[in-house]
């Protein structure tokens, strides 16, 4: 069974930055296209970055160009979410998620495109 764990959310004032890191458990993580999402109170999930499977091709969404960016260690199964810039507006659930093997150099954005997903972390930026 596949679990993604996250970490390294928390409180941080508006223009400091935080690490986010999801770590894949199984032996296949190296096939997966992975990407970060973030829900806010009353609002959908969102798609806020991914890395293909080969590490290749990234995406971001509009609002975090620039300020995040995106990497993938598959000697450690792991996807870093590195987060620069941070405005109030970033507050959110942040979540991994997987997409099983496709071999696509391509990011998907919508949430049915992905497989596994992990629990969260709280990111929350004061201004």
């Known amino acids: 069974q596949v679990q993604l764990v996250e970490s390294g959310g928390g409180l941080v004032q508006a223009g400091g930055s935080l690490r986010l890191s999801c770590v894949v458990s199984?032996?296949?993580?190296?096939?997966?296209?992975m990407g970060w999402f973030r829900q806010a109170p009353g609002e959908e999930r969102d798609f806020v970055a991914g890395?293909?499977?080969?590490?290749?091709?990234?995406g971001y969404t509009d609002s975090v160009m620039g300020r995040f960016t995106v990497s993938r260690d598959n000697a450690k199964n792991t996807v870093i979410l590195q987060m620069n810039s941070l405005k109030p507006e970033d507050t959110a659930v942040y979540y991994c998620a997987a997409q099983r093997s496709s071999r696509r150099e391509y990011v998907p954005e919508s949430v049915v495109e992905y497989d596994y997903w992990g629990q969260g972390t709280q990111v929350t930026v004061s201004s």
């Open positions: 890395i293909t499977w080969s590490g290749a091709s990234t």
């Open positions: 199984g032996r296949s993580f190296g096939d997966y296209t």
